[in-house]
């Protein structure tokens, strides 16, 4: 090679190597991030942690038999939820299905098996949060959707609103193709029984469990979503709303802070916007969930309120604080077995 040939050929050399330069660090750069983005994901947990409701709840009173049943049905909601979520389903979507396993069963005061206004009727609420997008969705005193929890998703996603109560719930939940029922598909023969022999309007104490359902996910991608659905409480006035579809009573969810459902003497859930209040105290006082979750029950006992909460965090800490004598209530966690509980030890 001349000496004219061998610059030319360095200066070709370099001029390509300059302008390949940026376009190989552009790529290198993207192989670092999506691998550490793989990594992240491998490393992000996913848990559910559910409620069944609380309440006076005495191990006398219940029969073998059925706690077993409560116990089961409970692990079947968790089971069906957690691999849901393990299978890269969001977290909104196993709350869809978790709830909806609740809902139907009719152990819980909610969907079928849901408690009966004073007038006997069956009057439904329920909420659900994305703690990725803010976004919430509820309904409120409906009877006619077979499924509360998926009409207040369909608040969330397909209307303006962030809720809809009584006649207009039910319109819109029909026009959104949802399953609708008669009342009396919601009306077990133990409502029944409970309703002839209640005693007073509301019956909130001795023996009553409250049996609202609720359930907090955490997926794959570290969304947390929430959500709540109850009949609300036995012998309630006619067009009373409770907690359960109150975004920031019965149901909150943050993805930097946390996911709530609520459960217990509503009225004192939404004074003291139980389920926000977690979250706030998370992110305003530096609290931890667990001191921030139990200290929100502990502060509305004071107030003379009953009940209790699930709650977790986007790293998979998982609390169930309640200060009643029981909770129906489980979770799982990584790779782990449905933990379920009703009473306090
Ligand atoms: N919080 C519900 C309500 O007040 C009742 C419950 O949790 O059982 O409507």
Redesign the pocket.
């Known amino acids: 090679m001349n000496p004219t040939t061998m610059r030319l050929f360095i200066k070709f050399f370099w001029i390509t190597a300059v302008l390949a330069l940026p376009s190989f660090l552009l790529q290198s750069c993207e192989t670092a991030s999506s691998s550490t983005k793989e990594e992240n994901l491998k490393s992000q947990p996913i848990a559910l942690v559910i409620h069944g ?3 006076t709840m005495s191990r006398e009173r219940m029969t073998p038999d059925v706690e077993q049943a409560i116990l089961e049905a409970l692990e079947k909601a968790l089971n069906e939820g957690y691999a849901a979520l393990e299978s890269g389903s969001t977290a909104t979507e196993a709350i869809l299905k978790t709830i909806f396993i609740l809902e139907q069963s009719p152990w819980f ?1 909610a969907g079928i098996g849901a408690v009966l206004t004073e007038e006997g009727h069956p009057e439904l ?1 329920a909420s659900i949060m994305d703690g990725a997008t803010g976004l919430a969705g509820a309904v409120a005193g409906v009877s006619h959707i077979k499924s509360p929890i998926h009409a207040a998703e369909k608040v969330m996603s397909e209307s303006p609103h962030v809720m809809l109560a009584g006649k207009g719930a039910e319109i819109f939940a029909e026009s959104q193709r949802l399953e609708m029922v008669s009342p009396d598909y919601f009306i077990t023969d133990r409502m029944r029984e409970r309703y002839k022999n209640r005693q007073g309007a509301l019956r909130m104490h001795e023996d009553s469990k ?3 359902v609720g359930a907090v996910a955490l997926d794959k991608n570290g969304n947390i979503a929430a959500g ?1 659905s ?4 036995m012998g ?1 006035k006619f067009g ?5 579809p109150i975004i920031g009573a ?1 149901t909150f969810a943050e993805n930097n802070t946390c996911g709530v459902s ?6 004192y ?1 939404i004074r003291t916007v139980a389920a926000y209040d977690v979250a706030a105290r998370m992110k305003y006082l530096g609290q931890s969930l667990e001191e921030a979750g139990h200290g929100v029950i502990e502060d509305l006992k004071v107030l003379g309120g009953d ?1 209790g909460l699930i709650a977790l965090d986007q790293k998979g800490n998982i609390i169930m604080p309640f200060n009643t004598s029981g909770m129906y209530r489980g979770y799982i966690k990584e790779k782990g077995k449905p933990v379920a509980a009703i009473f306090k030890d």
């Open positions: 409701g609380a309440g005061n609420d409250m049996g609202t709540t109850t009949g609300g409480m309630k009373r709303i409770g907690d359960a019965g609520s459960t217990g003497h509503g009225e859930f009940g």
